[in-house]
C-alpha cells in the first residue's frame, strides 16, 4: 500500500488531517516518524481557556474562608444572582469564542492528537448547557487529561460544576435522591447498560448526595445533604461516598472493555473486532487506564493500516471543517459566523444533542447536511452563497428575536474569508501538469475518486495552472468521497 | 443502514432516466390525475420555545388563571369563545371558525412523566418520543419512514419545509427530506456536477456507497418534488409570511400526487419570558391566516377531510406569569387537531385543573405518545407499537 496513504491514515485518525505545509513531504516520510512526531507533540503542557470569567469569584476575591464565604453569599443573595445572571448572560458570546479557539488549536496545533482526543470526550461526557464559565472549565478539564489516566479524568469531570448541574447532582439530596447523574455515570461514563441493576443506580445515587457547588462555583460536598448511611454498590457495602462509587467502577474490567469499544469505533472502525478489543481492553486496564498508551498501541499496530480501517468513517462536521481549513489555509472575516457551519452540518461545540454525545457515523448524513456538506468548499471560495438557515436554539436564544436575525447575518458572512492560495499552490510546486489531478486526489483523499477524471476536468478551470490546481481542489473536496476519512 | 447494491442501482437508475426525459414527457407523465378521495396525510407544526396553553385555550371562568395572571390573563370579553368555560386566542378567529364547523378539536394537558425544562431536551423527548431517561438517535416520524418506506421508489413520505431536517424525521435506515423551496434544490450550482457525480461511478467501500446512494436519492427525490409542486396551482392567496410561503408549498404537494404523508413544519419562537401578549399574538396571526387559505385550498379541492393538521409544543408554561409580563418553562400543554375528517369535536377532554399543580405547573393527563400511537396507527395505517416501542391506549378523536 501507498506510504502516503498510510500516513495520511494516521494524520486523519490521530488528528485533524494533513497540514498543507507538510503535506507534499509525507511521500518521503514514514509512519514511524509521523507516530513519534504526534506523540512528542503530547508532551507540551497545555494551555488552559480562558475566556469566560467567574464573576462569583472575583466578588468574593478578598476572602478564602468558606465558612465566611457561605454567610456571606446567604446575606448578599440579591447581588449575587445579579452576578449570576451577567455570567448567564456572557455565556453566548463566551461560548462562540471559545468554540472559535478550539477549533483554531485543531487547526494550527502540532498536539494533534491532544485535540482530537480532546473532541472525543467532549462528546463522551457530553455537556449541553449553556453556561459559559463552566463549560470552559470542563473543557479544560478534558484537554488536560485528555492522554492521561482515564480514572483522574472521570472523578474530575464528576467533580465539575458543569456536570454536577447538567445532571441535575445540585438537586441529589438525602431526602430526596435524584438519580440522574448517578445513571448516566454508568450508562454512559464507564460500564455501559446492563451491567448493573436498578439497585445499583439508587444506591450510588445515595453515594452522590450532597455534591454540589458552592458559592465560588467549586466542587463542593454539603455535608449536611449527604446520606451517611449504609450503602450496596456492585458488591461493595459500607457507608460509601461518590469517590468510592467512582473507584468501584473503575474496578470494573467492564468499564475498560466499555471505553476501549467507543474509543475503537471513533478512532479505528466502527465495526467491532472483539479478539482486538479484548486484547486493548485488558492492556487499558492493566496499565490503570493510560489513554496514551491504549492510543500508541492503536497506532502502532499492523492492522489499523489495513485497508478495511482506511477511509471508512464519516468525518464530523468539525472533522470536516478542521480537516478543510488544514490544508485551505484561510482566515475567515468573522470568526462568529464559522459557527454557522457546524450548526447546518448539526455538530456544535458545546451543545451536544444530549448527555448521549453525537451518535456520529450515518447519523450525520440526511438530504441537507449532505448538500451542506458538498457546497462548504465552494461557499469558502466565494463560489457560493450560503443560502441555508440553521435552526434557531431557544436555550439559547431566550425568546430574544434580534438573536435570530444575527443568525441570518452570519449566514451570509459564513463564507466570507481570504484564502492563502500560495501556501497551497506550493504544496504541489514539483509536481508535472499532467500528474497534477492525481497528485490533488491523492492528497486530499483517503479512497480513491470513483468516477472519471473526464469528468473532473469538465468541471475545472484549465487556464491556468494555478486556476487548475484551485479549482479541481474545490470539486475534489466537494464530493462523497472528501466525507470520508 | 446499508442497502442492497441492487437496490442502489435501481434507485439511480431511476434517477437517470427521469433527469434525462424531456420535460413535455415528465408533464404528461403528471398531470394524470389528482389523488383519489381516502389518501390521508399528516401535517405536523412545531410551536417551538414552549406555547403558553392557558392562553391559547382559556379558561375564561377560572379565578386562579386571573389571579395567577393579573396582567397577561386574556379577559373572557376579549377571546373567542368556545364553550361556557373555554375560549380561544383572540388572534385565532380562523380557529374559531374551524371549532364551531366541528373541524377542531383540542386536547388538554397532554405532557409526559418527569418533564424536562430545557427546550431542547424537551424537544428532543417530544421528537423522537422516548421517555425523560431514555437517549434516542432517531425520530417517531423517522421510524414510521423506517417502516413503510424500504421499498420506496421515492424516499419522500415525509418531508419537511426548512433548511435543515429534524430529528423527528430521522429514521434508522430511512430519513426525510427537508427543503424550502424545491427549487433551491433542483438549481443549486453545482448540482450539475453531482448529477455527473451520481452516475458515473464506480467503488467498492461501503460507507462512500451509503453517501453516493444518499446523494442520488436526494438529487431525484428533489427533481420529483419540484416536478409535483408544480402541477396543481392554487386560486387562493396566502399571506406573504414564512409559514404563508411554507404552507403554500405543502397544499401545491397535496393536491399533486406525490407519495408524501406527513409534513412537517415549525414556528417560533414562542419562547415568551418578556412581553408575552404581542409576541404570542403576532405568531398566532400567522397560524391563523396561514391555517385559513390552507384549509380553502384542501376544501375547494375536497381533500380537507383527507388532511389532518396536528400542532405541539415541547412544553407548556408556569401558570403564574412573571414579572415581565411574560411565562417562564412549564410543563403540560395542548394540541390542536384540525380536519374535515375528525371523529370527536371539540374540546377532548377537561380543561387542566389549576388547583392541582406539580411544583406550580399543570400535571399532565395524556401521554403525548398516545397521539401519536393514535395518529399512526388510525390516520396513518401504520403499525404504531413497532414505531413507539410499546403499547400505547388509542384515542378517538380520529
Known sequence: MDNRLKIQHLLWRAGF?????????LKNSTVKETLNNIFSATQKPVKKFNVAKNLVAEYFSNESNLEYINKKAKQNRGEINSIKMQMRQASKEDLKTLNNLWVNEMINSDDQLREKMSLFWHGHFACRLPAGYYQQELLNIIRQNALGNFGDLLIAVSKSPAMLSFLNNDKNRKK??????????????TMGRGHYSETDVKEAARAFTGWSVNPLLEFDVREFLHDNGEKKFLGHTGNLSGDDVLNILLQQKQ????????IYRYFVNEKINDERIKFLSEKFYNSNYNISGLMMEIFSSEWFYDQENIGVKIKSPVELIAGIRRMMPLTPRSESAQIIFQKILGQVLFFPPNVAGWPGGTNWIDS????????????????EILKLIPKGDDDVDMGKEERRKVNKGDVKRAGDSEIEWDKVYAIFEKVNREDLADAISSSFLQVPLSFSKDILNKYTDSQSRQNFISSSIIQIMSTPEYQVC | MLFKRREFLQTSAMATTSMLLPKFLKSLNNTGSLVPKGNKVLVVVQFSGGNDGLNTIIPVRNDIYFRERPSIGIKKSDALSLTDDASIHPSLPYFKTLHDEGCLSIMNSVGYPEPDRSHFRSMDIWQSASRSDQYLSDGWLGRFLDNVCHDCDNPTQALEIDDILSLALKGKDRKGIAFKDPRNLFNGSNVRYFKDLSHDHDHSNETVEYLYKTLADTLSSAEYIYDKSRIYSSNVSYPSTDLGRKFKTISSLILSDINTKVYYVSLGSFDTHVGQPQKQANLFTQLNDAVKSFTADLKNAGRFDDVLLMTFSEFGRRVKQNASNGTDHGSGNNMFFISGGLKKKGLLNELPDLSDLDKGDLKYKVDFKNVYATVLNKWLNANDKNILGGSFNLLDFI
Open chain 1, 17 to 25: 488531517g494533513p497540514k498543507h505545509i507538510n503535506s507534499f513531504q
Open chain 1, 176 to 189: 430526596s435522591p435524584n438519580e440522574n447523574f448517578a445513571r448516566e455515570v454508568m450508562e454512559l461514563f
Open chain 1, 255 to 262: 468499564t475498560a472493555k466499555f471505553i476501549t469499544e467507543k
Open chain 1, 368 to 383: 441537507s447536511t449532505l448538500m451542506a456538506r458538498l457546497q462548504v468548499p465552494r461557499v469558502w471560495a466565494g463560489k
